[in-house]
């Protein structure tokens, strides 16, 4: 076994076109230097999603993070309901079965934040249910703001 560690850069991707390998290939000395670094083999990967059960571990994630907000978090029980919200067609275009970080992450922030807002200390299932389905059916509405924002004070508790 050899004592070389080498990157392996998981990277965001249109298609075929990797944006950031196109940087790494440039001749300046730091590029060339981090490119140096990169797992010979496999160099760039790709993310496809993530099964039911790497999506369980992230909601479980989550709530570590979230604890001190919503002390009574337990996302961990939605992981079916989740996973079949975010695997609808209209967030997984291509049919491939599998959640990326992106409709994860922003269900989770906006059923927690309504959580907390109505003054909760868990997330239910008809919160996450309406927040999926803004995010499935009403995914192009057009919201018009007018006039100036609440008066409504967010609370900022230091270190978060």
Do not use: Y
């Not at 269900?107 to 109505?118: G, H, I, K, P």
């Amino acid at each position: 076994m050899s004592g070389q560690i080498s990157l392996c850069l998981v990277a965001a991707h249109i298609g075929a076109a990797i944006p950031l390998k196109e940087i790494f290939s440039r001749p300046e000395t730091l590029w060339r230097q981090f490119r140096r670094r990169l797992d010979p083999e496999r160099p760039f990967c790709v993310v496809g999603g993530h099964t039911e059960e790497e999506v369980r571990s992230i909601l479980a994630a989550f709530e570590d993070i979230s604890r001190s907000q919503l002390p009574d978090l337990q996302l961990c029980r939605w992981t079916k309901s989740i996973f079949t919200w975010l695997t609808h067609a209209t967030l997984d275009p291509d049919g491939s079965k599998r959640v990326t970080m992106d409709p994860l992450t922003r269900l989770v922030t906006s059923a927690r934040r309504r959580s907390s807002e109505q003054g909760g200390r868990d997330v239910d299932a008809n919160i996450l249910a309406a927040t999926a389905e803004r995010m499935i059916l009403r995914r192009d509405e057009i919201v018009e703001i007018s006039g100036l924002p609440s008066e409504s004070v967010l609370e900022v508790t230091e270190g978060e």
